[in-house]
C-alpha cells in the first residue's frame, strides 16, 4: 500500500508508456459540466493567441525582409558573411591551428630534402656525364663511387622523409 501511495507523489517526469497511459484514459466523466466548459474556453484561447502569435511572426518576417531589401543585404550576400565568418571561426580553432602549423612545417622540411635531393642530383648527373663520357659501359658507371655516391644520398632523404612523416602521425596520434 505504501508504495502505490508513493507512486503518486512521485515528481520524476512520465515515461512513454506512463505517457501513453494518460492520454489513452477518459478524465472527461470525472469533469463536472462547469469545469468542462471552462477548459473548452480556455482551448479556445489559447488556439485564438496561437493563430496571433503566427500572425505577429509572419508580419515580423516580411518586415525583416523589407529591411534586408532596403540594406542591399540578399541570400547571396548572407551567405557570403555566413562562410566568411564560419572560415574564420574554423581558423581560429586550436584543431586548425596545430594542423595548419604541423602542415607547414612538414612542407618546409619536404621542401629542403627536395631541394637537397635536386642540388645532389644535379650534382651527380655533371659528374656522371663526365663518367659517361669517359666510361665503356652502364655498368662500370653504376660501380663507379659517384653513383654510389648518389645513391646513398636518395636513400638517406627518402628514409628522413619517412621517419620525420611517421613521428609526425605518432605526434599527433598522441595529441588525440
Do not use: C
Request: proline letters at 2%; a negative charge; hydrophobic letters at 35%.
Amino acid at each position: 500500500m505504501e508504495a502505490q501511495a508513493r507512486g503518486l507523489l512521485e515528481t520524476e517526469p512520465l515515461q512513454g508508456r506512463d505517457e501513453d497511459t494518460v492520454a489513452s484514459a477518459d478524465f472527461s466523466s470525472m469533469l463536472s459540466e462547469e469545469e468542462r466548459e471552462e477548459l473548452k474556453a480556455e482551448l479556445v484561447q489559447l488556439e485564438d493567441e496561437i493563430t496571433t502569435l503566427r500572425q505577429v511572426l509572419s508580419a515580423k518576417e516580411r518586415h525583416l525582409v523589407e529591411i534586408k531589401q532596403k540594406l542591399g543585404m540578399n541570400l547571396m550576400n548572407e551567405l557570403k558573411q555566413n562562410f566568411s565568418k564560419s572560415w574564420h571561426d574554423m581558423q581560429t580553432t586550436t584543431a586548425y591551428k596545430k594542423t595548419h602549423e604541423t602542415l607547414s612545417h612538414a612542407g618546409q622540411k619536404a621542401t629542403a630534402a627536395f631541394s637537397n635531393v635536386g642540388t645532389a642530383i644535379s650534382k651527380k648527373f655533371g659528374d656522371m656525364s663526365y663518367s659517361i663520357r669517359h666510361s665503356i659501359s652502364m655498368p662500370a658507371m653504376r660501380n663507379s663511387p659517384t653513383f654510389k655516391s648518389f645513391e646513398e644520398r636518395v636513400e638517406t632523404t627518402v628514409t628522413s622523409l619517412k621517419v620525420f612523416f611517421r613521428r609526425r602521425r605518432y605526434e599527433e596520434a598522441k595529441e588525440e
